[in-house]
Antibody
Framework: EVQLVESGGGLVQPGGSLRLSCAAS????????MAWVRQAPGKGLEWVAS????????YYVDSVKGRFTIFRDDAKNSLYLQMNSLRAEDTAVYFC??????????????WGQGTLVPVSS | DIQLTQSPSFLSASVGDRVTITCRAS??????LAWYQQKPGKAPNLLIC???ILQSGVPSRFSGSGSGTEFALTISSLQPEDFATYYC??????????FGQGTKVEIK
């Protein structure tokens, strides 16, 4: 059974840093793209970042470029999101998602339960 | 950037109703569109990929249609477990993804 379990969320002050983790199991982690998607309280979904197999390519939404870093440790079947210079507008539940090729495009077919990151003083 | 606009944002319907949600893209994305269902406090669930291909395990009352800039998600006979928020997602600008703003389906 595919499982994605996020951790590392919690209250952080504006300007602070936080590292989120996502532990994967039930599939061959190293052969999949992975992504982070966030959802601000009461709002819609926003793709944040994605990483290719082996970490060879990474992509970010413009609003987090230069502040967030997505990386992976295939030996530990884990995905990470290093978040620096956090702002109030980064407050959200952060979901880890698996990317799967379907019909020649990458879709997010499995998601974790999410971890909440409130940014507030 | 490709923008997605869903309509309506909110929909009130009864069990057994036929419901259609539309998603409009700001430019041609071929059939590179997905639909997700999200229930309160839960992660999104992939329902449809490539605009019309139902994912394994998704009930056949769900269907997707469209291509180019106009897409639709239809629920042929709304069931109690279908009350949720639905999002479209474009993959035309791969490797950048965007979602629509969501459509909340509530019980009338």
């Amino acid at each position: 059974e595919v499982q994605l379990v996020e951790s590392g969320g919690g209250l952080v002050q504006p300007g602070g840093s936080l590292r989120l983790s996502c532990a994967a199991s039930g599939f061959s982690f190293s052969t999949y793209w992975m992504a982070w998607v966030r959802q601000a309280p009461g709002k819609g979904l926003e793709w944040v970042a994605s990483i290719k197999e082996a970490g060879s390519e990474t992509y970010y939404v413009d609003s987090v470029k230069g502040r967030f870093t997505i990386f992976r440790d295939d030996a530990k079947n884990s995905l990470y999101l290093q978040m620096n210079s956090l702002r109030a507008e980064d407050t959200a539940v952060y979901f880890c998602a698996r990317g799967t090729w379907l019909q020649s495009k990458l879709y997010f077919d499995y998601w974790g339960q999410g971890t909440l990151v409130p940014v507030s003083s | 950037d490709i923008q997605l606009t869903q309509s309506p944002s909110f929909l009130s319907a009864s069990v057994g109703d036929r419901v259609t949600i539309t998603c409009r893209a700001s430019q041609d994305i071929s059939n590179y569109l997905a639909w997700y269902q999200q229930k309160p406090g839960k992660a999104p669930n992939l329902l449809i990929c490539a605009a019309s291909i139902l994912q394994s395990g998704v009930p056949s009352r769900f269907s997707g249609s469209g291509s180019g800039t106009e897409f639709a998600l239809t629920i042929s006979s709304l069931q109690p477990e279908d009350f949720a928020t639905y999002y479209c997602q474009q993959l035309g600008a791969y490797p950048l993804w965007t979602f629509g703003q969501g459509t909340k389906v509530e019980i009338k």
